[in-house]
């Protein structure tokens, strides 16, 4: 079972129903992508997964605390995730500093004083706020070993109690932590320590985007909840702030869903990715499966560059333009009968060059050249006038014109034909 | 209807995009309660008017109708507001054209010059006026000094529609070969119209309810009638037909300004069209710039002082008097502006994070306020007030409760746009970091949005300052303010004894312009 688990979550506006009986299961400490295209429903189910809007049916348990079921419907603000929008969202009105303090619980006695959930600062009554009973019944669930449950290990061990029931306080003032020094900690961690008397308004998009991501990590969520927080940041900036990003999450052993549309931010990220169409989810798996064995020919499509080809199946192997190529059969049924068309599906980088030999017919002449600096697309035309395209690495790249033998270093998937 | 001293704050920026500030989902449904009672207060006016009216009998109604003196006082109305629009509608758009396209020294001085005349009500413009030339009266004399009052309404919005305008379209129709002029009317007036339409829709509907100024230039239209109507006593439900029929004659207008409101498309092109140097004609563009300031402020403050320094009008100042007016005033606007506020706030909050027809209507219930005239409104709450609740007729409940009705519009206009300001997100983060939603409204929503609530209530104390025809009928008896003083001294012809309250108007209205002006600076900065 996951750490977080959602089953058969279903939300509608009205007729229209935007996530249909999704399921999905997160295991503790990884980062899970939900890809889809633009109004899939990824940003709804990462909202009611957030408690930021009501669902139909279907139940959300974090750690074994139902926050979303029959009957129960938590309240943001006593779940314990972070958020991370699209836009970073500071706080205009306060500075860096304080915008990473927001979600920290300020004491009635100690202003800055920080605790660890669970404890109290400064004596028995100080400081019962809502958040700190909340992430003291967030301790009351059994939590797998892990190096970050390790600091709470000690109260953990009143286990399956009602929450309401008092957790025993020991008092530990060496794990006491000021909230300055947590704000500190963070903006340190972020790489933004000497910015935290700033404005948010004298950030770069960069930046704030590490504030927003400090700002959710300051109350130590159980659950990372980031809305395509790269989106909209420009390309190169994007792709060094996510794999920065990714490792920070990792370093605090962050159990983390990600929704994006960016195939590569998904697939290079994370270590589950499903991929999302129409409010379904069609695709659960790590990011390999999900490129190399794509449930279906859109999946297929959606998560990178593919050559379809018709054929036809002959007991493991498919006959298509390529020639008769080893191949597995992706479809929901056993492998159909010999003779069935079937789509014949590659990705361009399984296809290989080859010197033009002379025994063999299947060759290609090469007609168009997408050049990308690292590797190309380049489109070949097998002798039928059938147009294949293959990824070729920069330093083997053909010339146009040029005749050349294509193989396939992997099976070929076969798909039923639609 | 408007007394803006400082062109409001969606002239100096576009505003922020409105859609991604709305929630797809429903509203609560105790936030639609809530707004819908508050935009309910706003709606008992016109609706007991139509009750009053309808209660006398359609035949009677219609006979009273086709009467001349109801004829005549409803086309000298439509006249009037007729002639003012379409004088305000070509000045302003020239005094616009001129502010954007000429490059004239002193620039934002005469942005902030060419404003000022809406800083003047209407009558204490008249009585400036008459200070100088007493014989004045008549059509003329009120078309002349209420078009040089209004023209700021159409000058302000349509300089913020030029300047914003792509430019680009206007240089593409030149190189296909149309004269300046054709370009102008091309490329650029389809993108300035909304602004141009919108701002004398508001022309329209201050000239359509003025009373003051008609009634000191002793020029009749359907606003003097009511007045006279009610003032005769013996003949309310006259009053009350002739209140019905500028209300119709209002709304007329809002409709047909709404079914004129056409989508424009943004015009993709950024480049504006460069400032060019005056060349001979820097004589001409300065007169005709400066042709409404002069005629709407200079003029009457000029002869406001000559009358105030004289030393006979000195000697007669009753300072006890004055300073009870002055009391008066300032008691009933900022009571005006807290309940106003307070009212706004629910219909504010539900417009600019919800959508949906019935959001869209309570909205629109909310602006009734709007489109009618301030003597209407008070001639209603005197019929609703002694029907409904006689205890309170002849307070200062009901004559605040008339400045609520009348200038919540604005308020709700500058909270809404306070509200929507604030990005949904920060309250969804908020949430997310552990406040429960009223925490995440205070220190979040309502911190961020507390210079547009503040506007909103500046301006409706600045409004309720300077109103006069509801304040003359719902006044409690021995209640006078500076508006009112003013007003009858001057319906004597005691231009003199007029004068000290009308500086004083000038100068408390002026308290809360000025701070109004510090809260968009510092917004500005922000």
């Known amino acids: ?418 | 209807m408007t007394e803006l001293l400082i062109p409001p704050l969606e002239t100096d920026a576009p505003p922020p995009p409105r859609a991604p500030g709305r929630y797809r989902f429903g509203a609560p449904a105790w936030l639609l309660v809530l707004a819908a009672l508050c935009a309910a207060t706003a709606a008992i006016p016109l609706v007991y008017l139509v009750v009053r009216t309808t209660e006398a009998g359609l035949t009677e109604l219609l006979d009273t109708l086709v009467r001349p003196r109801v004829l005549q006082l409803t086309v000298n109305t439509v006249l009037l507001a007729g002639a003012v629009t379409l004088s305000c509608l070509v000045l302003g758009t020239i005094c616009a054209w001129i502010l954007t396209r000429i490059r004239l020294p002193f620039q934002r001085t005469l942005l902030l010059v060419s404003a000022l005349p809406l800083a003047v009500p209407s009558y204490l413009a008249a009585y400036g006026w008459l200070v100088w030339f007493p014989q004045l009266h008549g059509f003329w004399a009120s078309w002349f000094v209420m078009t040089m009052v209004c023209a700021p309404y159409v000058t302000l919005p349509v300089a913020t529609a030029l300047r914003g305008a792509s430019a680009d379209l206007e240089s593409v129709a030149r190189t296909l070969g149309r004269g300046p002029l054709r370009a102008f009317a091309a490329a650029t007036w389809p993108q300035i119209r909304p602004a141009a339409i919108a701002g004398a829709l508001l022309v329209c509907l201050y000239s359509l309810s003025d009373f003051g100024l008609v009634s000191m230039l002793r020029f009749q239209t359907l606003t003097w009638g009511i007045n006279a109507a009610y003032g005769a006593s013996f003949d309310r439900n006259q009053a009350a037909l002739l209140a019905l029929v500028l209300v119709v004659l209002a709304l007329v207008v809002v409709a047909g300004e709404r079914r004129s409101r056409r989508q424009v498309g943004s015009v993709p092109g950024r480049s504006t069209m460069p400032a060019r140097p005056p060349g001979r004609y820097g004589a001409i563009y300065m007169a005709v710039l400066l042709a409404a300031p002069l005629a709407g402020v200079v003029v009457p403050v000029v002869g406001l002082l000559s009358r105030l320094l004289e030393a006979e009008t000195l000697r007669a100042i009753d300072v006890p008097r004055l300073i009870e007016a002055i009391g008066a005033t300032l008691g009933l606007a900022l009571a005006a502006a807290v309940v106003a506020v307070l009212v706004a706030l629910p219909i504010a909050a539900l417009a600019a994070r919800y959508r949906g027809r019935l959001v869209a209507v309570i909205e629109a219930v909310g602006f009734l306020g709007h489109a009618l005239p301030g003597i209407v409104v008070g001639l209603s709450l005197v019929f609703f007030a002694l029907a409904a609740v006689p205890m309170v007729y002849q307070t200062s409940v009901v004559l605040v409760f008339a400045y609520v009705v009348l200038f919540m519009p604005r308020a709700i206009g500058s909270v809404r746009s306070g509200i929507a300001a604030v990005p949904p997100s920060l309250g969804d983060v908020s949430r997310m970091l552990g406040l429960s939603p009223f925490q995440a409204w205070w220190r979040v929503t309502a911190r961020l949005a507390l210079p547009g609530i503040a506007i909103g209530a500046l301006l409706v104390a600045i409004s309720a300052m300077k109103e006069l025809p509801a304040t003359l009928l719902l006044r409690p008896t021995g209640v006078s303010t500076l508006a009112t003083e003013l007003w009858s001294r001057t319906a004597l012809f005691e231009f003199g004894a007029a004068a000290p309250y009308a500086a004083a108007l000038v100068l408390v209205a002026m308290v809360p312009a000025v701070l109004l002006s510090g809260i968009r600076g510092t917004a500005r900065e922000n």
């Open chain 1, 1 to 418: 079972m996951g750490w977080v688990s959602i089953e058969a979550l279903n939300v509608a506006y009205g007729e229209r129903r935007v996530l249909d009986d999704v399921s999905l299961r997160i295991p503790r400490g990884s980062l899970v992508a939900v890809l889809g295209p633009s109004g899939c429903g990824k940003t709804t189910l990462l909202r009611a997964v957030a408690g930021l809007l009501p669902v139909t049916s279907g139940t959300i348990t974090v750690g074994g605390r139902l926050v979303t079921g029959p009957g129960v419907q938590r309240a943001p603000e006593k779940r314990g995730m972070g958020w991370v929008p699209q836009d970073a969202s500071l706080f205009p009105h306060l500075s860096v500093g304080e915008n990473i303090g927001f979600g920290l619980p300020r004491t009635r006695q100690s202003d800055d004083l920080y605790c660890e959930p669970g404890e109290t600062a400064g004596g028995l009554f100080a400081g019962v706020t809502r958040r700190r009973r909340a992430a003291r019944s967030r301790l009351t669930a059994p939590l797998p070993a892990s190096p970050r449950a390790g600091a709470r290990r000690d109260e953990s061990g009143t286990t399956g109690t009602d929450h309401l029931t008092p957790v025993p306080i020991t008092p530990d003032r060496s794990r006491q932590t000021s909230r300055a020094a947590r704000i500190a900690e963070l903006a340190t961690l972020v790489g933004l320590a000497e910015l935290v008397d700033r404005a948010p308004s004298q950030l770069s998009g960069g930046q704030a985007q590490r504030v927003s991501l400090a700002r959710a990590l300051a109350p130590r969520p159980d659950l990372m909840l980031l809305d395509e927080p790269f989106a909209a940041l420009d390309p190169l900036l994007r792709a060094a702030l996510r794999t920065e990003v990714a490792a920070l999450l990792r370093g605090q052993h962050n159990t983390s869903l990600l929704v994006t549309h960016d195939q590569e931010e998904a697939l290079s990220l994370a270590d589950f990715v499903a991929v999302m169409r129409g409010g379904e989810i069609l695709q659960f798996g790590t990011p390999a499966d999900v490129y190399e064995r794509p449930v279906d020919p859109w999946v297929a499509g959606f998560v990178g560059d593919t050559v379809e080809l018709n054929g036809v199946w002959q007991g493991g192997r498919v006959d298509c333009g390529l020639g008769s190529l080893p191949a597995d059969w992706m479809g929901a049924a056993s492998a159909p009968a010999d003779g069935t068309p079937v789509l014949v599906l590659l990705r361009p980088e399984w296809l290989t060059l080859a010197a033009p030999s002379t025994e063999r017919q299947t060759d290609a002449v090469t007609t168009a050249i997408a050049y990308a600096g690292h590797d190309a697309l380049v489109s070949f035309t097998l002798a039928g006038g059938l147009v294949v395209r293959a990824r070729v690495a920069a330093p083997d790249l053909p010339r146009l014109g040029d005749r050349l033998t294509l193989g396939v270093r992997q099976n070929a998937l076969a798909y039923p034909v639609a």
